[in-house]
């Protein structure tokens, strides 16, 4: 069955930077998009982007641009997540989710704290 | 992009009917007949349950059903059972190739 493994929770100072690792299972990597979504303490669900494991191609949201990296390793079948210059604000549970237009499989989630 | 409009909460008694809305614009939802609708259940990952509207993955209840008129989407719930008891959040693409969500929606089975 498709999975979706994430890596482990994180704490960053503001400034800094955080990675994020999905490893997918149980469907040809290759053929799908990783999109990432966060969800704030209390709050609602936030698309970051996209990246294409076929080709590598990224869509991503405007309010994100220039601090959000997102790449595909198909020899390791996994996507990873690089959000730099981390404010409080930042403060999540990253997901990541295969699809573009839906998500039909969800990591587990890895939150993430910025905190001074 | 602004987020989709969706009601803050809807309570109903087991065995009943609900429908829950999503408004957007003709950037999003008005254009596209991708619309998709996710049940979160708490401190869990979200669970896709309608996609492109009206389409149901594998393995969800038939109790769950999906419309769309306009620039709004709505998810229907049947049947209600306790295990309905969640938050629900509706998606959709949109015209600048992106992804907006819905506030969310607490339901609660009475």
């Known amino acids: 069955q498709v999975q979706l493994v994430q890596s482990g929770a994180e704490v960053k100072k503001p400034g800094a930077s955080v990675k994020v690792s999905c490893k997918a299972s149980g469907y040809t990597f290759s053929n799908y998009w990783i999109s990432w979504v966060r969800q704030s303490p209390g709050q609602g669900l936030e698309w970051m982007g996209s990246v294409s494991a076929h080709d590598g191609g990224i869509r991503s949201a405007q309010k994100l641009q220039g601090r959000v990296f997102m790449t595909t390793d198909t020899s390791r079948r996994t996507a990873n997540l690089e959000l730099r210059s981390l404010i409080s604000e930042d403060t999540a549970v990253y997901y990541c989710?295969?699809?573009?237009?839906?998500?039909?499989?969800w990591g587990q989630g890895t939150l993430v704290r910025v905190s001074s | 992009q602004s987020a989709l409009t969706q009601p803050a909460s809807v309570s109903a008694s087991p065995g009943q009917s609900i429908t829950i809305s999503c408004t957007g614009t003709s950037s999003d939802i008005g254009t596209y007949n991708y619309v998709s609708w996710y049940q979160q259940l708490p401190d869990k990952a979200p669970k896709l349950v309608i996609f492109d509207v009206s389409d149901r993955p594998s393995g969800v209840s038939n109790r769950f059903s999906g419309s769309k008129s306009g620039n709004t989407a709505s998810l229907t719930i049947s049947g209600l059972r306790a295990e309905d008891e969640a938050n629900y959040f509706c998606s959709s693409h949109t015209t600048s190739a992106t992804v907006v969500f819905g506030g969310g929606t607490k339901l609660t089975v009475l």
């Open positions: 989710a295969r699809g573009l237009k839906s998500f039909d499989s």
